[in-house]
């Protein structure tokens, strides 16, 4: 029986009747059986692949082609159920994101001054007498 060596210094046993099927990626020799290449695990007989779709197809979720049990089903229901739960937390939460955006326009804005609409003196008023004010 013939041998031949491999890459790597080892003797491999070959028999006439067994031809080597080539690996179509880095040309290694590997038994006819064998379904994945022995040095780069690439497939001996790689099956049609059908071509991929066209990006606007996989945009929207609804025309994608599905598995029989891709779990589409639950992952509408988890979508509805996010999408309930932001809506209903928005609707509780209005008067507070109103007083947040309140105090923030507050505190980023300019200070206005502000102007009296009347002054009056304490001795003006009734039943207050003039006092002499002193210091200390």
Request: hydrophobic letters at 35%; charged letters at 20%; one cysteine or more.
């Amino acid at each position: 029986m013939p041998t031949t060596t491999s890459r790597s210094g080892s003797p491999l046993a070959s028999t006439p009747s067994s031809p080597r099927v080539p690996c179509p990626a880095c040309g290694t020799a590997n038994q006819p059986g064998r379904r994945f290449c022995r040095r780069c695990a690439a497939e001996l007989k790689p099956a049609a692949k059908p071509d991929p779709l066209p990006w606007w197809r996989t945009v929207w979720p609804f025309r994608r082609r599905v598995r029989a049990s891709s779990g589409g089903v639950t992952r509408f229901l988890v979508v509805l159920a996010v999408v309930l739960a932001l809506c209903a937390g928005g609707f509780l939460l209005m008067p507070a994101g109103r007083a947040l955006i309140e105090d923030t326009r507050d505190k980023l804005g300019k200070a206005k001054p502000v102007t009296p609409m009347s002054t009056e003196a304490s001795a003006s008023v009734p039943g207050h007498r003039r006092r002499t004010p002193r210091t200390g």
